[in-house]
């Protein structure tokens, strides 16, 4: 017989770890639809620079985020290296640019961490909780709050 290993009784769930500006950040793997090599997008006119254009994703159109700078992080220059997440928010699909997607990483709801009050709200907006794994921080991001609605109708 072999022995648990964790004593946790708070259900699992897999995510998806990707990196911007030398920080690690997961979204549930239940809403990512595929990964992709970066594609040159097509700017829209009038978009929040941290739209980076849309794309052509089998026939449907598809918005490209640069999440770093939705996120105030860095604005990213796309590259070879750099990878499209398409997610599923809500009724909508759209590509997440980030640099690189780096592990798939298993955890329970105990180890999820409330962000801190020390933070500014902004924080707390996208990122819905941290924990610590592996001698790493991780940061679980809220996608439902990427592209708020206005904007997405826009896009």
């Known amino acids: 017989m072999t022995t648990p290993l964790t004593t946790s009784t708070?259900?699992?769930?897999e995510l998806i770890a990707f990196r911007?500006?030398?920080q690690e950040f997961c979204v549930d793997i239940m809403q990512v639809r595929e990964i992709r090599g970066w594609t040159t997008a097509t700017p829209l006119p009038r978009t929040p620079a941290y739209m980076k254009?849309?794309?052509?994703?089998?026939?449907?159109?598809?918005?490209?985020v640069d999440l770093g700078a939705r996120l105030g992080l860095t604005t990213a220059e796309p590259s070879a290296r750099h990878v499209i997440?398409?997610?599923?928010?809500?009724?909508?699909t759209l590509g997440l640019l980030v640099e690189a997607?780096?592990?798939?990483?298993?955890v329970t709801e105990d180890m999820v961490q409330p962000?801190?009050?020390?933070?500014?709200?902004?924080?707390?907006?996208?990122?819905?909780?941290?924990?610590a794994i592996d001698?790493?921080?991780?940061?679980l991001i809220s996608l439902d709050r990427v592209l708020p609605e206005i904007e997405a109708e826009a896009a």
């Open 135 to 139: 001698g790493r921080m991780v940061s």
């Open 85 to 92: 997440m398409v997610v599923n928010q809500g009724h909508r």
């Open 20 to 22: 911007i500006a030398d």
């Open 10 to 13: 708070s259900p699992s769930r």
């Open 101 to 106: 997607v780096s592990d798939i990483i298993n």
């Open 115 to 131: 962000t801190p009050d020390v933070a500014c709200d902004q924080v707390k907006t996208f990122v819905k909780g941290l924990f």
């Open 53 to 64: 254009g849309v794309i052509n994703l089998r026939g449907a159109v598809l918005p490209i």
